[in-house]
């Protein structure tokens, strides 16, 4: 990847627990935390990125805003979140800049929870998903779009349209 702007590549590990307990249905995963997520601890921290308007609207909730908020949304739903690396290379959020992966330990949830479905949230999460953890998980991943604020190709009511999906597996 060329550099720019004296962007360099970080070598990063996940600094926060997966999201889950043991009645969560669907797993959704991400690629790794932002630059905004990593400093607020929390998944999809990044004021632009939609993951919470989408929950919240499916869920017909209200939109979260502290972390304990964030997780009584998601486990009073039965959603797990979490995310495909545990640790990588990357340059600031970029998705696209990762390499080095070291995959989280996706069967910490899968062996604890009854989850019926995992979903990546995005295209990179559902291709890293299927090079490092399908192998270990032999476990189906369905390709959500992104929620990031970078998925310009898709509205809030597009997003909506393709996330209603797993309203089957909630509640």
């Given at each position: 990847?060329?550099?720019?702007?004296?962007?360099?590549?970080?070598?990063?590990?996940?600094?926060?627990?997966?999201?889950?307990?043991?009645?969560?249905?669907?797993l959704i995963l991400?690629?790794?935390?932002?630059?905004?997520?990593?400093?607020?601890?929390?998944?999809?921290?990044?004021?632009?990125?939609?993951?919470?308007?989408?929950?919240?609207?499916?869920?017909e909730g209200e939109v979260p805003v502290t972390i304990e908020e964030k997780k009584t949304l998601l486990l009073n739903n039965h959603i797990a979140i979490w995310d495909v690396i545990a640790s990588c290379d990357i340059i600031g959020s970029s998705d696209s800049s990762i390499k080095n992966v070291i995959p989280a330990d996706l069967p910490l949830i899968l062996g604890q929870a009854d989850i019926g479905k995992i979903y990546a949230n995005g295209g990179k999460a559902y291709e890293l998903y299927q090079k490092y953890s399908f192998p270990?998980?032999?476990?189906?991943?369905?390709?959500l779009p992104s929620s990031s604020p970078a998925n310009a190709a898709f509205n809030m009511e597009r997003l909506l349209q393709e996330w209603k999906q797993i309203k089957e597996y909630i509640r």
């Open positions: 990847m060329k550099l720019k702007d004296n962007q360099q590549y970080t070598h990063l590990s996940h600094t926060f627990d997966p999201v889950f307990d043991k009645d969560s249905k669907i991400g690629t790794f935390p932002s630059v905004k997520s990593r400093e607020n601890q929390f998944y999809y921290g990044h004021k632009q990125n939609r993951f919470w308007k989408i929950i919240a609207a499916l869920t270990e998980t032999k476990r189906e991943i369905t390709r």
